[in-house]
DNA sequence: TTCCGACAGTGGGGTCGCAAT
DNA sequence: ATTGCGACCCCACTATCGGAA
């Protein structure tokens, strides 16, 4: 298949608002496909590449090349060249990386160079990823559109599913049964903005500590032990403690789902940063696991012996974690009969948040394992603070925002009668609000380089963040956690914001 | 008819590893 | 030794479609 026909229905497809036909547009070319291409065809269709990143970004990328005048480049020639691509390594392999993008933009069209930047850069802005290629591939297959979702679940892969159900139809969906040591998508949680809403939402459930680390799920089979991260990567080289945690536990079969963060010698946890550092070392995994030891956290079981889990309620998997797992090991919990115990749930909250962790998870004690889903099951709650700061600048946004101001420049006032800016955001915003600061920042202008907007510091917005964390990059030395606008405060003047003083004085567990 | 679940898009900061300077 | 880039951890929020209620 050429990479033109590729390029064209992605454009049909970005084109197109209705999902049901993006689904039956992907659906047209997958019915289409060989076999030989599907393994490159079905990736591409839903925005990667089969290679996963290959260690080129926007530096290398921008640079223009001359498009070809016709479309010749075969979906199978690009994968190969793009395989290539991958495997450069060692000195003068960014020169080489350079030469074989330009080589392949080359003999690519112009239309074949947007949508091969997009599937580079991992944004094809079609509007249709993963779940809507799953609905594709059904309806091309004349699969259950369920069936499909859980088998990609448990292969972790749409690519390995498509392959398959292409070559063999629906019933080769049977074939993808959760399997000790490959990986399953884990669930995931919804945000609440209090206790009471969850409770509230969920009735009788499972208040649970959140802990501010890295997700992990482990497998153990006998004496193999494999950890994986959110995204499925294979960290167990890392992880010593915790293959050895795993171990130890008295089944030699199970899927155990948790988080991994560091204690410190007091037994409080150590920040985000010194966890996701030290899980992030892979130079001299030794050293690092002596600086900053890790110790794994369960909260879920999927698997234990020859039992797939993941269809009984929670209640009945959390029996099964309890008896496999010492309770050292295990998530701090309490129960909560419903929306007339939340005190209970508001009192575990306040004691979690004193242990110095992030926050709860609230879970439904009926609902299954719905992996790969952010489920309404679970929801997360987590303080929430404000600060009013200042506007120092603006920066024009991409795709939906081109031609608006999107991510705002954050100051906080200074001792000196100045600004410290203490970070960016663009969340929160409608689209009216775009609309409006586009216009009003426009008015305050200094100077535009293209990029970025500079303004007279007079715009007052009010500022959600989750927390304070140390940062080498902005002056005071901190910057704000996921900030996010909650509402512009033209009641505020500039000289009524926050100031950074006051700032520090409210997070003084974060030393700079 | 209205409501709500699921998705995609729009990017944020930090840290590590690697290659280039 | 330092700098720049890319990958991958953590992530919030809004708009939209289409099925559920």
Redo the contacts with the bound molecule.
Sequence with gaps: MLLSRLAEVSREVAAT?????KTALLADLFRETAPDDVPVVIPYLA?RLPQ??????????SRPVPPAAAAALTVREVDARLTELGKV???????ERTRLVGALMGAATAAEQRFLLGLITG???????????VEGLAQATGAEAAGV?RAVMLAGSLQTVAEALLADGPPALARFRLTVGRPVLPMLAH?ASSVAEAVGKLGTCAVEEKL?G??VQVHRDGDAVRVY???L?D?TDRLPEVTAAARELPGDRFILDGEVISFDAAGRPRS??ET??R??????VAKAAREVPVSPVFFDVLSAGDHDLLDLPFADRHTELARLVPEPMRVRRALVSGPGDTAAAEEFLAATLRRGHEGVVVKALDAPYSAG????SWL?V?P?HTLDLVVLAA?W?????TGRL??LHLGARTRDGGFAML??????????MLEWQTARLKELEVSDDGGVVTVRPSLVVEI?Y?GL??????PAGV?L??A?VVRYREDKRPEEADTVETLLAAHPEVRR
């Excluded at 946004?397 to 925002?401: D, K, M, P, T, V």
């Excluded at 970070?423 to 009216?432: E, N, Q």
């Excluded at 964390?469 to 902005?474: G, I, K, L, P, V």
């Design positions: 608002a209705a999902r049901s036909r925005g996963g990143r290959l260690g080129v970004g926007w530096k290398v990328l390594a060692g000195p003068g392999s960014q020169a944004e094809v802005r079609q509007g249709a990823l993963d779940a809507v290629a979702r945000t501010d890295i997700r991260t959110r995204t990567d960290i985000f940063q996701a550092g899980v992030g070392s892979r130079t001299d889903r952010r489920g309404a997360k987590k929430v920066e946004g991409h795709g939906r925002r999107s991510n970070g960016k955001t663009f969340k929160g915003m409608t689209d009216a959600a989750d964390q140390r940062s080498s990059r902005y910057t956690r996921f996010r």
